[in-house]
C-alpha cells in the first residue's frame, strides 16, 4: 500500500519562499511520476506540477499560474519529491497534496493515490 506523506507548510509572507516534501513509501519509487495538487478555500483541487518516472525524459509540468515561480523535482535516493515556490503570492494560499499515478510508468492524471495535505499560507 503506498504511503504519501507531505511537509514544510506553513505561514509565509508574500514573496518569500517555502519547499515542500512528500515521501513515498510501498512501492519503487523510481517508476512513477509524481506531481502536486492544490485546494484553495471553497474552491475545487486543481493541478500545481508534476514530474514524470525516471527514464520518462525528468519531463515536467507546471500550471501557467505558477510557471517561473515553482519548481518540481525528485530524489530517487530518498523516495522522494520536493515542490520549491519561490515568489509566494496571496492566491497561492491552499492545501498542497502530494499525488502519484496508481499504474507506474504514467504521467500524473486523474486515477491518483493521494497524501493527506499540507496546509501553506501566503500573507499579503
Known amino acids: 500500500q503506498l504511503q504519501l506523506v507531505e511537509s514544510g507548510g506553513g505561514l509565509v509572507q508574500a514573496g518569500g519562499s517555502l519547499r515542500l516534501s512528500c515521501v513515498a513509501s510501498?512501492?519503487?519509487?523510481?517508476?512513477?511520476?509524481m506531481g502536486w495538487f492544490r485546494q484553495a478555500p471553497g474552491k475545487e483541487r486543481k493541478f500545481v506540477a508534476a514530474?514524470?518516472?525516471?527514464?520518462?525524459?525528468?519531463?515536467?509540468y507546471y500550471t501557467d499560474s505558477v510557471k517561473g515561480r515553482f519548481s518540481i523535482s525528485r530524489n530517487n535516493a530518498a523516495n522522494t519529491v520536493y515542490l520549491q515556490m519561490n515568489s509566494l503570492k496571496p492566491e497561492d494560499t491552499a492545501i498542497y497534496y502530494c499525488?502519484?499515478?496508481?499504474?507506474?510508468?504514467?504521467?500524473?492524471?486523474?486515477?491518483?493515490?493521494w497524501g493527506q495535505g499540507t496546509q501553506v499560507t501566503v500573507s499579503s
Open positions: 499525488v502519484s499515478p496508481r499504474n507506474a510508468y504514467t504521467p500524473v492524471g486523474t486515477d491518483n493515490y
Open positions: 510501498g512501492r519503487t519509487f523510481s517508476r512513477y511520476s
Open positions: 514530474i514524470n518516472w525516471s527514464g520518462g525524459g525528468g519531463t515536467t
